[in-house]
């Protein structure tokens, strides 16, 4: 006959295991939100490209080649400026669209929709903040020659910083649903809902331009900097914000072992090593 104490932790033993994070699931989940922040920032660029009258580009997951020289300096600055502006128009689609109807998701998805929302705010963010006063990249392209280059690259570093800061914010808060009300289970867990998905993603994207033969340039530059550079605030999740306890409970959302989506960041990497980061050639 059991003690009401072993009972207790027989009930505590089997239930651990449906409140653990399923680490798998989750680094699949960050491969496939790294990619696919990717192919939104470089497809803005061939987006509006295309809309100025290219007709042939090269697409890759960390850079777009076409011959710029068929498109005007002006153009050049929009297609320079799409790349971040779509990076925030997604991440502004997820934010309003599912706002209402993600609480009625499961953990899986409400993990995913969080993960690639700030994503995609640290990557546009990031390029603003991390690029502005450097000979090359896209903001240098949008600025160049501008009247007063000097006050809009300070203008521009600045508000890079201040969206950094919020998304960080914002996400360290809103994370407070996957972490539970326990001190140490908190920290842990959002250890794991943040490097894990941080250094999964960033390495099938640097790996895949390196797979390419991309050069040291673009891989440094272009591949790593934007995803080991530009998300780098991913890192300082690892630090709960307490004033969003009111979102935590005691049985918090638990991303869990999850087979399609284990299959999703699969082909998201095929799809970086095998097609994108080779680069796909768009011709009309």
């Known amino acids: ?136 990249g896209d903001v240098n392209v949008l600025l160049s020659g501008l009247n007063n280059e000097i006050l809009l690259r300070i203008s521009t570093t600045l508000l890079g910083g201040l ?24 920290k842990k867990r959002a250890l794991q809902l943040s490097i894990t998905p941080y250094l999964a993603g960033c390495s099938v994207n640097t790996l895949a331009a390196v797979f390419a033969n991309a050069g040291m340039f673009l891989t440094l530059c272009s591949a790593a900097a934007a995803s080991f550079g530009g998300t780098s605030w991913m890192l300082m999740m690892i630090f709960p914000i307490d004033a969003g306890r009111q979102l935590a409970t005691d049985s918090p959302q638990t991303p869990r072992r999850s087979l399609p989506w284990i299959a999703l960041g699969l082909i998201a990497a095929a799809l970086n090593f095998g097609v994108f980061g080779r680069g796909i050639h768009i011709r009309f």
């Not at 153009?75 to 997820?94: E, K, T, Y």
């Not at 809103?174 to 289970?185: A, D, K, M, Q, V």
Request: with cysteine.
């Open 1 to 136: 006959m059991q003690t009401p104490h072993e009972k207790t932790n027989l009930c505590y033993a089997e239930a651990a295991p449906s409140a653990r994070i399923d680490l798998i699931t989750v680094a699949a989940m960050g491969i496939l939100a790294y990619f696919v922040a990717a192919l939104i920032h470089e497809g803005g660029h061939a987006v509006i490209g295309l809309a100025f009258g290219v007709r042939s580009l090269k697409l890759t997951s960390f850079d777009v080649e076409f011959d710029i020289h068929l498109i005007t300096s002006l153009q050049q600055r929009f297609v320079s400026a799409a790349g971040i502006l779509f990076n925030f128009l997604a991440a502004s689609i997820l934010y309003v669209t599912f706002r209402k109807t993600w609480e009625r998701a499961d953990a899986n998805l409400r993990y995913f929709r969080w993960l690639l929302l700030h994503i995609n705010l640290f990557v546009g963010g990031g390029y603003l903040m991390a690029l502005s006063f450097v000979s090359f």
């Open 163 to 186: 969206i950094l800061i919020f998304t960080l914010m914002h996400g360290a808060f809103s994370l407070n649903i996957f972490l539970g009300t326990e001190s140490e289970l908190r």
